[in-house]
């Protein structure tokens, strides 16, 4: 075999050995098990109101700001909207009973038929619920109209998984 010939052949041998380690990261990568990320959820006019499961792990870390993205928002009519957050959980005193709920923030899209995001100080809600022992913990979001006396018009929100996110 002449120079050329072994410099192609170690060249392709170090690029196979590449695609494979790079293979093996991306596997190791991908979320399992309790680890998986959320579904985003859609809030309509008709479904105001949905939910995402918060580990026991994020209550332990107690983030203090979470980020909401709506990447996706129908609104032809520019129908005005907030988005309330607030957390859903039960104590461990308290069995049988209904989730108790505590307010993180509201905000508002604008203009309200585009995409966007915002993010909410989470720090005191979170101090509150490890002082309660909260269980069950989820994170509800909420569409309210601005005018409550109009009616609602077609509505449609894709809210993504939260972030929970360090002061920076």
Not at 80 to 94: D, E, G, L
Not at 97 to 120: C, H, I
Not at 122 to 140: E, P
């Amino acid at each position: 075999m002449g120079r050329p010939s072994m410099v192609v052949a170690q060249t392709l041998m170090a690029g196979a050995l590449l695609v494979v380690a790079l293979s093996a990261v991306a596997q190791q990568a991908e979320p399992t098990g309790t680890q998986a990320r959320p579904e985003s959820i859609e809030l309509t006019n008709n479904q105001t109101t949905g939910s995402f499961a918060v580990s026991p792990d994020v209550l332990a870390s107690a983030p203090p700001v979470l980020g909401l993205s709506f990447p996706r928002v129908v609104n032809p009519a520019n129908t005005p909207f907030s988005i309330f957050v607030h957390f859903s959980y039960r104590t461990a005193t308290a069995t049988g009973t209904s989730p108790e709920k505590m307010l993180v923030g509201n905000a508002s899209l604008y203009p309200a038929d585009r995409p966007g995001g915002f993010r909410l100080r989470a720090s005191a809600a979170f101090a509150k619920l490890k002082a309660a022992k909260a269980t069950d913990l989820r994170l509800v979001v909420e569409l309210k109209r601005i005018h409550p006396a109009q009616p609602w018009t077609q509505v449609e929100v894709t809210v993504a998984p939260p972030q929970w996110r360090d002061e920076r």
